[in-house]
């Protein structure tokens, strides 16, 4: 039962446009989710996160988007760089339980 | 700079050997940490929430007895895969958070077992 999910396995986006990574969660009671980036043979690299009392959430080139009544969230990278190209994986929580469900992840490619 | 460091970050061993893996918060005390484990192509799953002083919470499915768990103090965990054998081959990461509130967990680099 995959609680969270990233339905696309990779994307490609050209440098400079707007890269927008999608995550669906079935479980109403997380109420935390997060974003992070991993490359090759590392540990995941924390980006942004979102509580459910927000809907949007921005740092800097990253913007995270909550739709609490669709259980989706998305990730917008603008604008996109060579350097955002990586693996990028959704996950939630339910606040107070620390336990992280994470997506299966989407392979961002970023073409100069 | 990295919050988390993971030791060692790649094994190989022969079938039946221990190895046993560190974890450490840098510059922070974290009461409680975690260990994921990740098949290629896959998502990170979690085995199990190690506690400071305590016993760590197994996820279903995760042996103790095989992936031995000890938090002996506030900023060190480690995980030991115990007689292990080419299906225990996998990337193992850890992560900690730092205290209070709806904290990010910050993972280490990740330990990459081969099992001969």
């Known amino acids: 039962d995959q609680q969270v999910k990233q339905n696309s396995p990779s994307l490609s986006v050209q440098e400079g446009r707007i890269s927008i990574l999608n995550c669906d969660y079935t479980n109403s009671m997380f109420d935390y989710f997060l974003w992070y980036k991993k490359y090759p043979a590392e540990g995941p690299t924390f980006l942004i996160s979102i509580s459910s009392i927000k809907d949007k959430n921005e740092d800097g080139r990253f913007t995270v988007f909550l739709n609490k009544s669709a259980k989706h969230l998305s990730l917008h990278i603008v604008p996109s760089q060579p350097g955002d190209s990586a693996v990028y994986f959704c996950a939630a929580s339910e606040s107070g339980t620390y336990k992280y469900i994470f997506g299966t992840g989407t392979r961002l490619k970023v073409l100069a | 700079g990295a919050v988390v460091s993971q030791h060692p970050s790649w094994v190989i061993c022969k079938s039946g050997t221990s190895v046993k893996i560190e974890c450490r918060s840098l510059?922070?005390?974290?009461?409680?940490m975690f260990w994921y484990r990740q098949f290629p192509k896959q998502s990170l799953m979690l085995m199990a929430t190690s506690n400071e002083g305590s016993k760590a919470t197994y996820e279903q499915g995760v042996e103790k007895d095989k992936f031995l768990i000890n938090h002996a103090s506030l900023t060190l965990s480690t995980l030991t895969v115990t007689s292990a054998h080419p299906e225990d081959s996998s990337f193992y990461i850890c992560?900690?958070?730092?205290?209070?509130?709806?904290?990010?967990?910050?993972f280490g680099d990740g330990t990459r077992l081969s099992i001969l």
């Open positions: 510059d922070f005390q974290a009461t409680t």
């Open positions: 992560s900690a958070s730092f205290p209070g509130g709806n904290q990010p967990q910050h």
